[in-house]
Each structure stands twice: as structure tokens, then as C-alpha cells.
């Protein structure tokens, strides 16, 4: 079976997480469809279902890997991190190491999107916020959803498989708020022995999503090497066909799929808004090598800042030396709801489990 079909029989039809969102019809023949809004004061229990529209089909450019706005990763090996000559590498979280995946996984195409987000009930906070450029995000069901926290990213996830009647796959800690407002949270506990074998939607690791996003290259940037390296704002030409960044974006997000795609049939990995992944801190694999590296979910308590979590991609303002595919951000301490912004969202994975 190819790996459309394989993908095809995995992704259930009645909700597309494709690159489209000029929202379908909310229900048969146009009508109206009720929205059950989770109740985000009660943190991550919410309700036992939550009914959202579904999306139009994908309508990112075909890709033999990818069906209903998911690609499909195979296991594999790669070298995680950067070589010492890179310029712009991070001294303490990029030095390179083996990364074997036993399991192969679905990664969204996209970001998700504003019109994915509310269509679970959630409201769209996009361009409620500034960042210290002064540059915001767009607003469209198109653009990527921002202004939100990783708690939110996971709470969503977790939403979407008890949805689909799939696994949660952590448990969030003393999670609190509402969502849109101020939900936050002190952490998350996977569960299950594994947080590769659940079935249920997650944020990837960082380990997943540098393997996803290099999709078998080794230069700097999946589109090709550093040329006149500088720690500058400058117009890339190759990075500026597959990112928004600094040079291009105008100081704003973009709607997904306006860039090209990586080879694996990805977009948007690198600029637009940056990416949750599930990891806690920075500081990489290495150095000996691993295989199936579990993500850092430790209880974060408090206001504590020691180990804010991670962000993968970097986004609209940022320079090129951020966008490497190595790159990796502390960004933002779970427990305290004023850190988040513009530009900052996230997309979903899902390993492909024995039972599928």
C-alpha cells in the first residue's frame, strides 16, 4: 500500500486539519452546527465530546506523503543538531547526535490554523497582541493560531482525541483558567509507559520535529546552505521560497501553504509563527546516541523559569540565523499567563500505532 493509502485509511474524514480553512459549511447542506465549548475553568478534563466543524479538503499542493492535511513520517535515523563550523549554533543545545525513530508518525502539514482552533470552541486571540516589534498576526481562518500558551496546544490536542475517541496522551498538571484568557498549567505527565505509543493527538517532540523538518537534508536549512552567513536581517533567496521571516513577512504572519513545502510535503516549518514542541528546556540529545528519546515533561510549579519550554522554527521577525533547522528557543514559562504572543502557535503529530 502506498503511503497515501496508508494515510488515507488512518485520518478520519469527519475532521480535515488540512492547510485549507475557509470553513466548510458547518453542517449537511449548510445548516448550522452546535458547538459544545469546553468548560476550560474545570482545566483539562472539559467535556466528554466536543463537536466542531469540519474543514474543507487540503488544499496544499498534492504530496504522495500526505492526505486529509497530515504527512506521513517514516521511522528512521538522522543527525540531530549542527556541525561546529554552523554559524549562528547554539553552544550548548545543538551538538550532534544519532536519532533512530522505531515509530513512524503523522505530523500536520500546517500549523493549525485560527479557523481549526475555534472550531473546537476556543476563541481566537490572534492580533490581541503585539510583540515588541510592533508587528502582529494576520487574521484569517487561513493564519496560524497565536497568542496562545503550550498548556492550550496540549489541551487542544487532548480535546481532538477524546473527539476522535483516541488516547489522551499526558495529563496536564493542575491545569487552571480559561482558555483564551489565562489557562495555564504546572506541567504533564505522559501517559502510558510510552509517549510514542499512544494513539491520541500530541505536540511533537523536538527530536520528531528537527527529523520531520530536515526530511533527509543536512544543511542549515532544509532548502539549502548558509550563504554569506550573517547574524543580520537579510533576503536568503532559497529560505525566502519555503519561510516568512524577517526579510519577507512584513512584520506579520501569513496564511499556511503561501510558502513552499519541504520535502516531505511540510509547510511552514521554518517562520510564520513558532512551534510548541513537547519538549521542557533546551539542551538536546547528546551526546551519545538515542532511539526513541521521550520528551522532558517534568512538573514545571509556579512562576518557576528554570525550564521554560521549547519552541521549534522560529517565526515571522525572525532572522535567518534562527530559522536553521538546529535552531532551538526556551520560550515560554507555562505557569505564568502573560508569556505568550504573536507568532507563537503549534502543530499536532500522532505516531502510527500497531493497531492502525
Known amino acids: 500500500m502506498s503511503r497515501r493509502g496508508v494515510v488515507a485509511r488512518l485520518m478520519l474524514g469527519h475532521l480535515l486539519l488540512g492547510c485549507s480553512s475557509k470553513s466548510a459549511p458547518s453542517g449537511e447542506n449548510g445548516a448550522p452546527t452546535d458547538t459544545t465549548v469546553p468548560d476550560a475553568?474545570?482545566?483539562?478534563?472539559?467535556?466528554?465530546?466536543?463537536?466542531?466543524?469540519?474543514?474543507?479538503p487540503a488544499m496544499c499542493t498534492a504530496n504522495l506523503n500526505c492526505d486529509d492535511g497530515f504527512c506521513l513520517i517514516p521511522a528512521g535515523s538522522f543527525v540531530m543538531g549542527s556541525p561546529p563550523d554552523e554559524f549562528g549554533r547554539g553552544r550548548?543545545?545543538?551538538d550532534q547526535v544519532k536519532v533512530t525513530f522505531t515509530h513512524s508518525f503523522l505530523l500536520q502539514q500546517t500549523e493549525v490554523t485560527?479557523?481549526?482552533?475555534?472550531?473546537?470552541g476556543f476563541p481566537n486571540r490572534a492580533g490581541t497582541k503585539p510583540d515588541d516589534t510592533a508587528g502582529s498576526d494576520c487574521l484569517d481562518g487561513d493564519c496560524p493560531a497565536a497568542v496562545l500558551g503550550w498548556c492550550e496546544a496540549v489541551h487542544f490536542a487532548n480535546q481532538l482525541s477524546r473527539l476522535e475517541g483516541r488516547q489522551e496522551c499526558v495529563t496536564l498538571v493542575e491545569p487552571r483558567g480559561t482558555v483564551g484568557v489565562d489557562f495555564v498549567c504546572d506541567g504533564a505527565e505522559p501517559r502510558g509507559s510510552s509517549y510514542y505509543d499512544c494513539d491520541g493527538y500530541r505536540l511533537p517532540t523536538s527530536g520528531e520535529w528537527e527529523y520531520a523538518t530536515r526530511a533527509g537534508t543536512a544543511t542549515a536549512f532544509f532548502s539549502g546552505p548558509?550563504?554569506?552567513?550573517?547574524?543580520?536581517?537579510f533576503d536568503l533567496p532559497h529560505l525566502s521560497r519555503v519561510a516568512w521571516y524577517c526579510a519577507n513577512a512584513g512584520m506579520t504572519t501569513h496564511p499556511v501553504c503561501t510558502r513552499e513545502a519541504n520535502p516531505w510535503g511540510l509547510y511552514d516549518l521554518l517562520g510564520n509563527a513558532s512551534e510548541a514542541v513537547a519538549d521542557q528546556g533546551a539542551?538536546?540529545?547528546?551526546?551519545?546516541?538515542?532511539?526513541?528519546?521521550?520528551?522532558?515533561?517534568e512538573r514545571d510549579p509556579g512562576m518557576q523559569a528554570a525550564n521554560p519550554r521549547l519552541y521549534r522554527g522560529a517565526n515571522w521577525y525572525s532572522?535567518?540565523?534562527t530559522l536553521r533547522s538546529a535552531a532551538q528557543f526556551h520560550q515560554q514559562r507555562i505557569a505564568d499567563p502573560r508569556a505568550r504572543g504573536a507568532g507563537e502557535g503549534f502543530r499536532l503529530a500522532r505516531t502510527v500505532t500497531n493497531q492502525q
Open 41 to 56: 475553568s474545570k482545566g483539562d478534563s472539559g467535556p466528554e465530546a466536543v463537536r466542531g466543524p469540519s474543514f474543507a
Open 92 to 94: 550548548n543545545n545543538e
Open 114 to 120: 485560527q479557523a481549526q482552533w475555534t472550531s473546537m
Open 226 to 233: 548558509w550563504e554569506n552567513p550573517s547574524s543580520l536581517c
Open 283 to 297: 539542551s538536546g540529545y547528546g551526546p551519545n546516541d538515542v532511539t526513541d528519546p521521550p520528551p522532558a515533561l
Open 319 to 321: 532572522f535567518p540565523d
